[in-house]
């Protein structure tokens, strides 16, 4: 699977979007773009993924560029519960075998402050 | 909504004892995974399970075992446990090729 770089940390103010980035430059063409948080010691949860559209959900969207060599990650409107680790990852499509494991990286963690 | 299930939420062993955890996968759910995550680090993969044959294995020790059962739940087996082996352990499980995945809560395991 391929390496994504994310931004250790940062924060946003309290009812503002927040845009968390991340760099996939080795991004194959049949691996898409996930995107986990983990909240303090619970399990990660997912947000969204995406191939090479945009998507949105009632969570966040997913802005992935033409060349799909970076995404973003929009929380419109963050709260205080928002803050946690996000975890941007890439896999392949095959859901059995050895390439259907998620492997996380470092995470950037997201300060939502009042 | 059904979630992932896991037991116990916490677990205290002494060393060289032997622990087993349990997870429940989401109904219909195919596939199950088993990560570990030590104080301040990020999740890694142990090993995953599909139709009850195991699909992958990650950097699991040899000291742990596992297998999936024909209801489908998991089983993490740990012998000979270490102070090193103190870390959250989190199942997951998914159906479908581009799904995500649904994790637990977590079994807090801690080694005195």
């Known amino acids: 699977d391929a390496k994504t770089t994310q931004p250790p940390s940062m924060d946003c103010a309290e009812g503002r979007a927040a845009n968390l980035p991340c760099n996939h430059s080795?991004?194959?063409?049949?691996?898409?773009v996930y995107w986990y948080r983990q909240i303090h010691s619970q399990g990660p949860q997912y947000i969204i993924h995406?191939?090479?559209n945009n998507e949105t959900n009632e969570m966040a969207s997913l802005i992935i560029t033409e060349d799909r060599k970076s995404s973003t990650l929009i929380l419109p409107h963050a709260t205080l519960r928002d803050t946690a680790v996000y975890y941007c990852?890439?896999?392949?499509?095959?859901?059995?075998?050895?390439?259907?494991?998620?492997?996380f990286g470092k995470g950037i963690t997201l300060s939502v402050r009042p | 909504a059904a979630g992932v299930i896991q037991s116990p939420r916490h677990l205290i062993k002494e060393k060289r004892e032997t622990a087993t955890l349990k997870c429940y996968p989401i109904?219909?759910?195919?596939?199950v995974y088993w990560y570990q995550q030590g104080p301040g680090q990020d999740p890694q993969f142990l090993i995953s399970?599909?139709?009850?044959?195991?699909?992958d294995k990650g950097s699991i020790p040899d000291r742990f075992s596992a297998q999936q059962f024909s209801d489908y739940h998991s089983e993490l087996n740990m012998s000979s446990l270490e102070l090193g082996d103190s870390a959250l352990y989190f199942c997951?499980?998914?159906?479908?090729?581009?799904?995500?995945?649904?994790f637990g809560s977590g079994t807090r395991l801690t080694v005195v």
């Open positions: 997951a499980s998914s159906i479908g090729a581009t799904g995500g995945y649904t």
């Open positions: 080795t991004i194959s063409g049949n691996e898409y």
């Open positions: 995406g191939l090479k």
């Open positions: 990852i890439v896999r392949v499509a095959i859901h059995t075998g050895a390439n259907s494991k998620l492997t």
């Open positions: 109904p219909r759910h195919d596939t």
């Open positions: 399970f599909y139709e009850k044959m195991q699909s």
